[in-house]
């Protein structure tokens, strides 16, 4: 067997809070063992963690690796505005008006991720290009 990704690693100034925010998004929860001021905290999910490590500098350029969401409950637009309301930015508004495309969003600490259409959306609108 293949190696298997374990956690994704993120660059944070405060990973703890970073996590608190990822863990609302991905409605799950931060390790019982992390608490504020850790040098990391991990957010369980049932794939890969996502794992924020403390590191000094601030973030500077674009992500070269970036998280696409697909919500599971709710449309793509539904799921932009409960982000925008946990404390997400909208960077770049890439929905189409015939409702493909995608949001590109960024963390409160400035990583860029984007909300791609659930997938009853893209059921809906089957044969349409993202």
């Known amino acids: 067997m293949a190696s298997l990704v374990r956690h994704v690693t993120i660059d944070s100034s405060d990973p703890y809070t970073l996590a608190t925010f990822w863990a609302a998004v991905l409605d799950t929860k931060v390790s019982d063992d992390d608490r504020p001021g850790d040098p990391e905290a991990l957010v369980e999910t049932a794939g890969s963690g996502l794992l924020f490590v403390t590191v000094p500098e601030a973030k500077s350029v674009k992500n ?15 799921e932009v505005e409960r982000l925008l309301a946990l404390g997400a930015t909208l960077v770049d508004d890439r929905r189409n008006a015939d409702g493909t495309g995608w949001a590109m969003m960024a963390d409160p600490e400035g990583n860029e991720f984007c909300v791609e259409r659930s997938a009853a959306e893209r059921a809906q609108s089957s044969g349409q290009a993202e």
């Open 64 to 78: 070269r690796v970036h998280l696409d969401l697909q919500p599971q409950d709710r449309s793509r637009d539904e």
